[in-house]
């Protein structure tokens, strides 16, 4: 199973292909469009979150509410789209031409100067409208897919804002549905309303000095069987992958599982997992230092991620750089952006990690159908509990 997605940030429309989905999975539009709403919430955000409303459009591969197997295509509409026709137009212009500009002034922070160089384009708009993470909204829309499969089997996905600038919320362990239930209506998902308060209170305050602030975001899943992923190979390894897609979120610059960058300071002692075994449940760990992997395979235990967000790169305080033209220094001019994008920013998370889970457990349990992957899946069960 893979995805593609296409479109630019102020183009008409986000679009993607998901191939090798099986057949008979209920795909709900309207959980999609939750997922979406989820990641346009989070506060902080800036004045284009007010001009969308992002909802999906199922243009292939679903009939009657169910996959047939067929490729399924999504498509997430630009609102704004309608502000930007003469700019993105289709011929091409110099600056402040019929109110078209050419973009030559490289941001900080962003692909700008090193797309500009390396695809030889002096408009570098060229750029920045694909490197935007507007591009994350399909990406929510195809996870949200995987978070349907994902849910066939019984596997959840929820999470959590553990930080915002220096605010620190200590990680709580609730049931999974409980925690989706705090989280969900939080605008920086936590679960400690004080904290959140904090979180808010220093969002404005960055905003108020022309600052931006980043954060981590932990996200868990749970219900997943042993076994996903493999130690074989490099490229098999379920958190290799997990990490790969966390840090390929636009601003994203660290990843973690479980206790993380902690175990660097313990003895192995205070790291390791010990195994435990009692007849009618089977293996299981004593603790979940790991965060649910061991040799890039899953333990069965809860699969616990965090990533790292850097601050918005664009700040109304703006940073130096250099004009591609006249090669001459200038501060950027900031017409809008986001001052914090890190509870959206944890909604995309939980999606692309569900995408990657999904795409582990289609590897392992085979199909070209639900009913063919739950026989599948009970076959390799019985293995496991017999073994
Ligand atoms: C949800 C979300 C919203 C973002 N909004 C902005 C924004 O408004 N302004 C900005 O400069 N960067 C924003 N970013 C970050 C940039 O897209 C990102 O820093 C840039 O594309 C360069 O990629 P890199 O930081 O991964 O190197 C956002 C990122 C995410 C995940
Ligand atoms: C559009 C989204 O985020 C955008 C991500 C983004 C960036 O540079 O990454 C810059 C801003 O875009 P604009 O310049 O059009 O205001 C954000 O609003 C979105 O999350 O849907």
Not at 117 to 126: F, P
Request: aromatic letters at 6%; hydrophobic letters at 40%; one cysteine or more.
């Amino acid at each position: 199973m893979r995805y593609l997605t296409a479109g630019e940030t102020h183009g008409p429309q986000l679009t993607a292909i998901i191939e090798g989905m099986p057949s008979n999975l209920l795909i709900s539009a309207e959980a999609i469009n939750e997922q979406l709403g989820r990641r346009q919430k989070g506060y902080g955000r800036g004045l284009r979150m007010q001009i969308e409303k992002d909802t999906v459009n199922l243009v292939g591969g679903v009939r009657h509410g169910k996959s047939t197997g067929a490729p399924i295509a999504l498509v997430v509409e630009n609102n704004d789209w309608k502000h930007w026709t003469k700019v993105m137009g289709a011929e091409p212009v110099d600056e402040d031409n019929e109110g078209r500009r050419r973009v030559h002034r490289p941001r900080p922070g962003h692909a700008d100067l090193n797309g500009g160089l390396k695809y030889n384009q002096k408009d570098l708009r060229n750029i920045l409208e694909r490197s935007s993470a507007r591009e994350t909204t399909v990406r929510v829309a195809v996870g949200a897919v995987a978070r349907q499969f994902l849910a066939e089997f019984g596997i959840k996905v929820a999470g959590q804002v553990l930080r915002i600038g220096d605010i620190e919320v200590k990680r709580v362990d609730l049931p999974i549905d409980e925690l989706q239930r705090l989280t969900e209506a939080s605008p920086v998902r936590v679960v400690d309303k004080d904290a959140e308060l904090l979180m808010i209170a220093a969002i404005d305050a960055a905003k108020e000095d022309g600052d931006t602030l980043g954060g981590i975001v932990e996200v868990i899943v749970e219900g997943v069987p042993v076994g996903l992923g493999s130690h074989v190979q490099w490229d098999r390894k379920l958190d290799g992958r997990i990490a790969q897609a966390v840090v390929s979120i636009q601003a994203f610059k660290g990843v973690e599982f479980g206790i993380g960058f902690e175990a660097a300071k313990q003895r192995g002692s205070k790291v390791h997992d010990e195994i435990m075994y009692t007849e009618g449940n089977g293996f299981y760990r004593a603790s979940n230092r790991a965060g649910g992997f061991e040799g890039g395979m899953t333990t069965g235990e809860p699969i616990v991620v965090r990533g790292v967000m850097k601050p918005i790169s664009t700040l109304y305080k703006a940073l130096q750089s250099v004009d591609i033209d006249t090669k001459e220094p200038f501060t950027a001019q900031v017409e809008r952006s986001d001052t914090c994008a890190v509870p959206a920013a944890g909604v995309i998370m939980e999606n692309i990690i569900a995408w990657e889970v999904a795409h582990a457990f289609l590897e392992k349990f085979g199909g070209d159908s639900i009913e063919e992957i739950h026989a599948n899946l009970a076959n390799y069960k019985a293995q496991v509990e017999s073994y």
